[in-house]
């Protein structure tokens, strides 16, 4: 009996299309032909509504675009805010912007990791990963009162100081980490039906997804050592030491190899930023109604899907002319027809999970 | 202290590569906040990515940002802007190519160059209505198919 | 007709007949509320704990609200066989249940209780045989939904049970040829006479046995016919209400079934454990029917145990498995004990 | 290339044993579910709850209709207005009072911006999260209710939808 392709509908209601992306799938049996996202189904006009309202009125609305990194998309604007207005922020905001994004980091990569292995069928990693993404949740919210949506990061600094008890809290965290991550390893790393899902499989060459404008952890999965805290250093990021983990597979089993190793250099990083915290104050002199001369600039951070990009444009009024977001996630999601071809169904599943997408990011 | 374009060296060579390769018409060059922007015709664009993608060694296509300048869009300006950021890896370099384009211009795509920038001009066209020529699969991105106008567009009715 | 003939003839039957339709419907409920207590506590959660004593109820509850769903029959499927399937599927199940025996006949004043509906010298066989006539429901279900994710998801449970047929039949063959009967109540005396539980005798029967098990019950981490982060509910992704019940209650009897075989075949069924220790022999005073219970529910709580632990197999993967590893492995075992029972 | 320690691991399936070892251990931990009603986790002293506006230790409103907040709200949230309070008046309260004080629980964000700009700090967040609602109508909080506080902001707010 010949089977016909068929054209397969994932989505936008599908239980592991991360959101509401729909994919367009034609399969040969089991076999993808072709894949083709469908995207637009969260989109709120974000760039619009920007255009008329203040820039500290828009940091809040960053919270919205990745909703497993809030902290990241705050930190990337109010960067850029700054670039525009030449504003110097004292040191100390620095390093705590650098705790709490990377803190965003460790919780981002933590839900990936479970959302991951809750796609390969692996459920109870979602959970032991999400224990300790509640925990980094909590210091959210002693720190500045929000877990999700944090609004983390003002144009100028910190909203709060970094007392005593929420660095204890962090410390604590740290400290349970380790224990976490192993016991998430040591399930995931050596299992033959996790190796067998993942190795070689969304196989993508470094040309390519140089090409294809991959960024972030699938990038650095294909041997490319890109990072831009180590490439154009920001916030401070020069004065921590760490390592950019770097594999050359390119594949699913890369990926998240890379992800895990992160984890362990972003605690390293909180760790020494907790350590060296500088004395002083944590929020610079911004006027209350914040006026930039016209200008133009295009800043990006490493932020845990990868390279996050506000193009900010200012025309002299307290109301930017357009700022524009490069979102990881949208280029990264352009590479899945790529990796997908050829690949079983139940791959695709994989392959999705392994780019990290989020849609408040792609659609904006 | 006013930033000057010869601080930096190693951008001041890529101007200065551009400016010979495709003369002095290619417009304005601005360097603003450690960043350099250059604007080209929009005829020349392809050629502009590909002398800096393969002679310069600009790997990466950031992002592409569409402007819209409407109602004024300021002396010897077009109504609509589109932005190339463009990144060498390694070497921790950026530029930003600027073509201007009036309303019913069409812009040559630059997909055969760099594969980003499929979805990136989908995008702009969704937003801004410019038409890519040369894209293979010029469609909205986010918006349906039916939808009518072009919602970055500054004489978008907020109100309806 | 005599009160006594009515008695045993007539009454008795009945008593059973309803014993096996209720038995498998409470060892369903229990199994469903411990499947979700034992993947809670796995996953450092609580489960429900509400309902009743410790969320005992819980199934109970489920299965009053799906009673009160609206049955949904999509416009475009085939009423006939979509209606079917869920009684194909549900009535195998219990049809098997009948020739299992559910513990030792005991005398009451001459008459002789046998636990279990319908007697066949080949119990073992029509079990097997009954159990696997689900796979029809299966692929009745997905084909007559009319619907793109139901049919991959039947396509996959066919190839997939199939497939493993052939080992567990393979290796329940070993098991025969020790016990020297398919009876099933003849295979438990067979080991109480022997001394020796058959799986230990047979380690390579029992493993691939209960691998091949689980797959064909289609539980993680071979659950890919209803894989619900790739096919959404697999074949039965259109049932609602009822219908969806009786799948999902099929499924979980189809479970205890295989675990009630395991435990037949190769763990000496309502035997007690160690009865050639001496210092042990107290063990033998409990009942039998609780050493049965005891060690069916010691193999419900691998299947989740393993389910709240293992990624999903692939599909090529679990073919691979089969043909490759099993199949050979069956066939292998097969030849080496019948060489062993040829010489010994 | 697989070493002969690979080929034992695979064999006797120690790789998935190793797995089976590690969930049998989190079966027997500590449960990290909080039985909800009976058991609340407590807030933090920053915690993002619902505005509320306060009043000064007199129990005069702090709130002086600067519309602040109003004008700090990325979402259009508040709709206020103020007048002078009429007739005597005592001492050092001859500002403005707010007349209207519109929160649209609906679109706020809870971002805290409006607490940040307040020059009073009249409008502040309150611990309370459960804010189950029956009905539109209590989306729209108006003055009297930005007033309330512990049971009684309880009762507006689930109306007694309480668990």
Known sequence: MAFQEIELNMGPQHPSTHGVLRLKLTVDNEVVRAVEPVLGYLHRGMEKLWESLTYPQIVPLTDRLDYLAAVSNNLGYVLAVEKLMGLEVPKRARYIRVILAELQRLASHLAWVGFMANDIGAMTVLLYSFEDREDILDVFETYCGGRLTVHGIRIGGVPFDMDAGVAGMIRRVLDGLPKRIADIENLLD??????????????????????????????????????????????????????????????????????????????????????????????????????????????????????????????????????????????????????????????????????????????? | MPEELTDRPDLLQVAEALRERFGDPVGAVAFEKGELAVRVRASELPAAVEFLKIVRGFNALNDMIGLDRHPAPG?????????????????????????????????????????????????????????????????????????????????????? | MTGRTLLFELLIPVLKIVAVILYPMVMVIIMIWMERRVVAFIQGRLGPNRVGFQGLLQPVADAMKLFFKE?????????????????????????????????????????????????????????????????????????????KYPLMGALRSVVQILSYEIPIGLTALTVVFFSR???????????????????????VSFVVFWISGIAETNRAPFDLPEAESELVAGYHTEYSGMKFAFFYIAEYAHMVLVSSLVVILFFGGWLPPFPNVKALAFLGRVP??????????????????????????RFDALIRLVWKWLIPLAVLNFVIVALGWYLL | MKTPQEYFRKLFLLDILQGLLITLRHYFSKKVTIPYPEKVKPVPPRFKGTLRLFRDDRGEPLCIACKACQRACPCNCFDIEGARPEGPRPEGSRVMRPTKFDWKLDRCAFCALCVEVCPTSAIRFSPEFRMSLIGKGPLLVHLPEMYLE???LQEYLCGGCRP
């Open chain 1, 190 to 364: 050596d299992n033959r039906i996790w190796l067998h899902r993942t190795r070689g499989v969304g196989v993508i060459s470094a040309a390519d997804a140089m090409d294809y404008g991959l960024t972030g952890p699938p990038l650095r999965a294909t041997g490319v050592p890109w990072d831009i805290r180590k490439e154009i250093p920001y916030s401070s990021y020069e004065d921590f030491s760490f390592d950019v983990p770097v594999l050359a597979g390119g594949d699913v089993y890369d990926r998240y190899l890379v992800r895990m190793r992160e984890m362990r250099q972003s605690a390293q990083i909180i760790r020494q930023a907790l350590d060296g915290l500088p004395e002083g104050e944590f929020q610079a002199k911004v006027p209350r109604i914040l006026k930039i001369p016209p200008g133009e600039v295009f800043h990006t951070i490493e932020a845990p899907k990868g390279e996050l990009g506000f193009y900010v444009r200012s025309n002299g009024t307290d109301k930017p002319e357009r700022v524009k977001m490069k979102s990881p996630s949208f280029i990264n999601l352009q590479c899945l027809e790529r990796m997908c071809k050829g690949n079983l169904f139940s791959d695709v599943v994989g392959i999705l999970g392994s780019l990290d997408i989020v849609l408040g990011e792609i659609d904006k």
């Open chain 2, 75 to 160: 002396e010897g300006r077009k109504r609509f802007s589109i932005l190339y950021q463009l990144y060498r890896f390694p070497g921790r370099l950026r530029v930003r190519l600027v073509i201007d384009i009036d309303e019913g211009e069409a812009v040559p795509s630059i997909v055969p160059l760099f594969k980003s920038a499929g979805w990136a001009e989908r995008e702009i066209f969704d937003m801004f209505g410019i038409v890519f020529r040369g894209h293979p699969d010029l469609r909205r991105v986010y918006l349906p198919e039916e939808f009518t106008g072009h919602p970055l567009r500054k004489d978008f009715p907020l109100e309806g």
């Open chain 3, 181 to 203: 009967s398919m009876d099933l109540v003849a295979i438990v005396n067979n080991q109480r006479d022997a001394k020796v539980w058959f799986g230990f005798l047979l380690p």
């Open chain 3, 71 to 147: 049955d949904i029959v999509p416009r475009q499927a085939d009423a006939f066989l979509f209606n079917l399937s869920p009684v194909l599927v549900m009535a195998s199940s219990l049809l098997a249940f009948c020739f299992l025996p559910l513990g030792e006949s005991f005398m009451i004043g001459s008459y002789t209780l046998d636990l279990r509906v319908a007697t066949s010298p080949v119990a073992l066989l029509l079990v097997l045989g009954l159990s696997s006539i689900g796979v029809f429901g299966i692929i009745f279900g997905g084909w007559a939904s009319n619907s």
């Open chain 4, 150 to 152: 512990g049971e009684a």
């Open chain 3, 288 to 313: 039998g029917f609780l050493w049965y219970l005891a060690k069916i529910m010691f193999f419900l709580y691998l299947y989740i145990w393993i389910r709240g632990t293992l990624p999903r197999y």
